[in-house]
């Protein structure tokens, strides 16, 4: 059997990994924008190339006749590689275009949900045309000063500003709103909402959907959650699949709005979504809101979800594929998981330190090592490059045990790197239970 993977940094080295252990011994066919070592060490062929270039991409999966195709990244899934694919005959675990729209598009998805009755959004208004007055008036009266805009399409995880953290003003607001307006044609400006955040993904299959241990990710550069954001510094998981912040009732509303969701799609859509449906919540006083959706799997949270993933990975995609995904057929191992990021010394800004020498330890068991914006030398040394290094996962029955193993591991890489020591931590995690009990007292 031969897959096709479409992907990209530890994200991707997790993927290619999770589906090389199945039971169907199958022969991974990688196409990347870099050599990826750790994908490199897993595929059978591995072609270096602009995963962009759909034409290319559709040459390798004439010649290699994958029984399906993975597609990781949200710029290939949302500019429709998987229709394109879908076209030759060729299943895809990936969202056609139209439907990729989820995470494509910040308005489609709150109309969506509006037109749906899924009442999981928070006050918000999409805006088409750039006159300052309407937006001054909707952003100071209507919201209050407390406000989010977000860019409408894809912007590398970079288009979405906050209020009081991005934005010092109701001006700064409308000056990015225009921004996002002259830029992509619409924006959407919606409350600021207080809570704490986690991320809960679903294999879906059309309106089947299974689901994945919640998670919960941290965006900013520094330790205390300061510094500017990034695409994710690190994640916890804990072993029952919840999180130690979160109530039995706000998982279970999570759970619901992906299904909801789904049923929408599938809906308005025509045909179902088949893939991965990254769920951003926030649990806030009353319950449960969605941030926003992703049509793949994130990074960092692909790094703790797929280790402990007891099921046999082809067998699930295969069942999206056939539409014949259940719940029964996704299992977890009960483990705790803390993933920290290694990057550059001077990341996200300086970048200095690209073409370095980094080494990294022995990894055991208990942990895992995923490759991410790094390149091997001819001598077999490792090279640093301007993004996120690697991923190294601590596995263990807490959170805690599962930090200290991360934490060990991250002290003993070699090279002009960083990583934030505070992910995972006791002092970290009861900050967010703490904050959680005081906003519902």
Do not use: W
């Amino acid at each position: 059997m031969n897959i096709l993977l479409i992907t990209s940094s530890a994200r991707g080295h997790a993927i290619a990994e999770a589906l090389s252990r199945s039971s169907h011994k199958p022969s991974i066919i990688a196409v990347s924008p870099s050599g990826n070592p750790g994908i490199k060490r897993i595929a059978d062929e591995q072609h270096v190339m602009d995963i962009m270039d759909f034409d290319a991409i559709a040459d390798i999966a004439k010649k290699t006749k994958p029984a399906f195709a993975f597609i990781g990244p949200d710029d290939p899934i949302g500019a429709g590689l998987a229709d394109v694919l879908e076209n030759m005959g060729i299943p895809t675990v990936a969202p056609k275009k139209s439907l990729a729209r989820i995470e494509a598009s910040k308005g489609f998805t709150r109309e969506l949900l509006e037109r749906n009755g899924v009442y999981a959004s928070p006050k918000f208004r999409l805006f088409n045309r750039a006159e300052p007055e309407i937006l001054n008036t909707y952003i100071a009266q209507e919201l209050g000063g407390e406000y989010v805009v977000k860019y409408d399409a894809l912007k590398g995880g970079k288009g979405v500003k906050i209020s009081g953290e991005h934005l010092s003003s109701v001006e700064d607001g409308v000056r990015y709103a225009m921004e996002c307006i002259e830029e992509c044609g619409q924006v959407v400006i919606e409350e600021k909402l207080v809570g704490v955040e986690f991320s809960l993904l679903s294999f879906v299959s059309g309106t089947q959907v299974a689901d994945m241990p919640a998670v919960q990710d941290h965006k900013r550069a520094f330790e205390g959650d300061t510094g500017p954001n990034t695409g994710g510094m690190g994640t916890y998981s804990d072993a029952n699949h919840s999180l130690p912040f979160l109530s039995d009732a706000d998982i279970a509303r999570a759970k619901e709005i992906n299904r909801l969701t789904a049923a929408a799609l599938q809906k308005e859509c025509g045909e179902g979504f088949r893939g991965i449906l990254y769920g951003g919540f926030i649990a806030v006083r009353d319950g449960v809101r969605l941030i926003e959706y992703n049509a793949r799997f994130g990074d960092p949270e692909a790094l703790n979800i797929l280790p402990i993933l007891q099921s046999d990975f082809v067998d699930i995609c295969t069942a999206m594929i056939s539409g014949e995904l259940s719940e029964d057929l996704v299992t977890f191992k009960h483990k705790a998981t803390v993933c920290k990021y290694i990057t550059p010394q001077g990341y996200p800004d300086n970048k200095n330190q690209k073409g370095e020498t980094v080494t990294f330890p022995h990894i055991g068991e208990n942990a895992r090592l995923y490759y991410g914006d790094i390149t091997e030398n001819d001598d077999g040394s490792l090279a640093l490059g301007s993004s996120r290094t690697a991923g190294i996962v601590g596995i263990a029955d807490t959170i805690s045990e599962a930090e200290k193993i991360a934490q060990q591991l991250c002290e003993q890489v070699q090279g002009p790197v960083r990583f934030r020591a505070d992910i995972g931590t006791d002092e970290l995690v009861s900050q967010r239970s703490t904050t959680m009990e005081q906003l519902r007292s």
